[in-house]
């Protein structure tokens, strides 16, 4: 089994900045991407940044030029920096990982964790 553990959510106001970290554990033998989901009450989640084991990322369009991912293969972390957080931006985050234990390739998901930007 593979556990994802999220820290760093918070309330923050309009502007600040945010970092997210997430760690796996377990029974890994690579991870491919990395990624951080978010979703809003009422909402569907949505994708907001991911990450190759290569280091190739992408963004949702509303967080390109704020947040920035980046990962430590060797630890097996990944990271989203949040600038200029919007109001908008408030949801839980959800960090999700493509692993493989030997044989079988799975995705996992992290707990959540809850973002508030409010002034």
């Known amino acids: 089994q593979v556990q994802l553990v999220e820290s760093g959510g918070g309330l923050v106001q309009p502007g600040g900045s945010l970092r997210l970290s997430c760690a796996a554990s377990?029974?890994?033998?690579?991870?491919?991407?990395m990624d951080w989901y978010r979703q809003a009450p009422g909402k569907q989640r949505e994708l907001v940044a991911a990450?190759?084991?290569?280091?190739?990322?992408n963004y949702l369009d509303s967080v390109k030029g704020r947040f920035t991912i980046s990962r430590d293969n060797a630890e097996n972390t990944v990271t989203l920096q949040m600038n200029s957080l919007r109001p908008e931006d408030t949801a839980v985050y959800y960090c999700n990982a493509d692993v493989s234990s030997g044989y079988v390739r799975t995705s996992y998901w992290g707990q959540g964790t809850q973002v508030t930007v409010s002034s």
């Open positions: 990450i190759t084991s290569g280091n190739r990322s």
């Open positions: 377990g029974r890994i033998v690579s991870i491919y991407a």
